[in-house]
């Protein structure tokens, strides 16, 4: 989330910027280019009052032109701008440089035409800073109400053009600054949004991997997030109620029934004895009975590993591997399988010794039952980077895919193998005593044929 959500903040802060930063830059422009106008306008009305005073009859007329051309060339001098008085036939009365002479065409004369119906020019046209152009500007000079002649004057505008692209540098600059403002505020507040989000989805990470008592700190983001913070705590302390309430039930369950399963087995052995030895009823019935104190035996074992919290240790697996191995290999001599283990010679991972030892004997004795006489069962250990494993691999006749998909789930079977003793919770109590500090099992193949089983255990203490 936070890597759509802190784009899409800078996006739509930039398109703000950049929506104030072009008024800004274009008005920027037009403000320098106006005051360039009205400098030039007050220009031509200074020169249009001494031009104004110059008359064919007046006998200092001659005096009057010369002072004006005089100016003219000073101020062509000074700041390189074309300036002249013309009349209406375009000859010139004075002028500066004595090159200049009026346009044909174009801005230039636009303003001297407007200029003679006894207007002002309007605005020029808008030079841009990647734009060599001039700004011309004209003036009518009026004598006894008729214009006798037009002040013109033809600015260059590079130190325009150079002040506006400065500005506009510095517009670019603190629109730069802001922007990096704006992201510096964008990440504290997603950051800020999203840190109930992240930490409702740590404890929902914890609560799936069995630590039923991870809850959230509601007090940090807004309003809303930190009431469904709330929520949630309240959503899993009653969820931890309830698993609580399942996990003491089956546990009270299983141990009343114990007492009544041993009288009524000690019953059947009474009864046993005033009838033949070889009564395959009696037989039966034993059988039947001590799989149901069995399937009582493991219901209170699974109860009891789900309401324990592991003990979590770094220890070295390898030692705790061969140990287990050395327990079940009578059983396995007996059976005619061999029993080997492999693989490192350390391992270190954090585990709970005895929830380990326990998935182990559920792990390798479901590998020795399975397994015919004259094959293999290879428990392998090895270290990875970030977690240590302990494979068991047998030559039993191994699990379709389908059944893949459920082994370990409680109290399930394989079809296939239902002559065979046990109550089907082996496997899902090593789950969750593994789960209980951060390890897995996982069930494959084993070609050509056979059940490898994987435990894995990180070798980095996890939070929670």
């Not at 009026?142 to 013109?152: N, P, S, T, W």
């Not at 630590?211 to 700190?217: C, D, G, P, T, Y």
């Not at 929520?231 to 931890?240: K, L, Q, R, Y």
């Amino acid at each position: 989330m936070r890597s759509r959500l802190l784009p899409l903040l800078i996006v739509l802060m930039a398109a703000v910027l950049v929506t104030l930063g072009f008024p800004l830059a274009i008005s920027v422009a037009a403000a320098e280019q106006q005051r360039l106008v009205i400098d030039r306008i007050d220009d031509t009305a200074r020169f249009a009052a001494l031009a104004q005073a110059i008359t064919d009859t007046s006998p200092d007329s001659e005096e009057r032109r010369r002072t004006l051309q005089t100016d003219l060339e000073v101020y062509a001098s000074v700041y390189d701008i074309r300036a002249g008085v013309f009349f209406q036939d375009d000859q010139a009365l004075a002028k500066a440089p004595g090159f200049w002479a009026l346009p044909a065409e174009g801005e230039g004369r636009t303003a001297f035409d407007e200029a003679l119906l006894g207007r002002r020019s309007h605005d020029p046209p808008q030079v841009w800073p990647w734009q060599d152009g001039r700004v011309v500007v004209a003036s009518p000079v009026v004598r006894d109400g008729d214009v006798v002649a037009v002040v013109v004057i033809d600015s260059p505008t590079g130190e325009m053009r150079s002040r506006i692209l400065r500005t506009w540098l510095l517009i670019g600059l603190g629109e730069a600054l802001a922007l990096l403002v704006a992201v510096a505020a964008a990440v504290r507040l997603t950051g800020w949004v999203l840190l109930p989000v992240r930490t409702l989805d740590a404890a929902t990470r914890d609560i799936a991997g069995g630590r039923m008592r991870s809850r959230v700190a509601a007090s940090a983001g807004p309003p809303e997030l930190r009431h469904l913070a709330r929520s949630f705590n309240e959503m899993a302390d009653n969820v931890e109620d309830v698993l609580e309430q399942q996990r003491a039930f089956v546990a009270d369950a299983s141990h009343q029934l114990r007492n009544p399963l041993a009288a009524l087995l000690l019953r059947i052995e009474l009864l046993a004895l005033e009838l033949p030895e070889d009564s395959e009823e009696i037989a039966a019935v034993r059988t039947e009975g001590k799989r149901l104190a069995r399937v009582l035996d493991d219901l209170l074992d699974l109860a009891l590993a789900e309401h324990a919290e592991a003990d979590l240790q770094l220890i070295d697996i390898v030692p705790l591997t061969a140990e287990r191995v050395a327990s079940w290999r009578p059983m396995a001599d007996r059976e005619g399988v061999r029993l080997t283990l492999e693989g490192a010679p350390a391992a270190t991972a954090w585990a709970d010794p005895v929830a380990l030892s326990s998935a182990l004997d559920a792990v390798i004795d479901n590998a020795l039952k399975f397994t015919p006489a004259g094959e293999d069962v290879t428990v392998s250990v090895a270290a990875g980077t970030r977690t240590a494993t302990v494979v068991v691999a047998d030559r039993g006749p191994g699990l379709t895919e389908a059944e893949l998909e459920r082994v370990g789930d409680r109290f399930w079977r394989s079809t296939r193998h239902q002559n065979v003793s046990g109550s089907g919770l082996g496997l899902s109590i090593s789950r969750v005593l593994l789960a209980a500090g951060g390890g897995l099992i996982a069930y494959g193949h084993h070609p050509p044929h056979g059940l490898r089983v994987t435990v894995s255990l990180p070798r980095e203490r996890r939070g929670g």
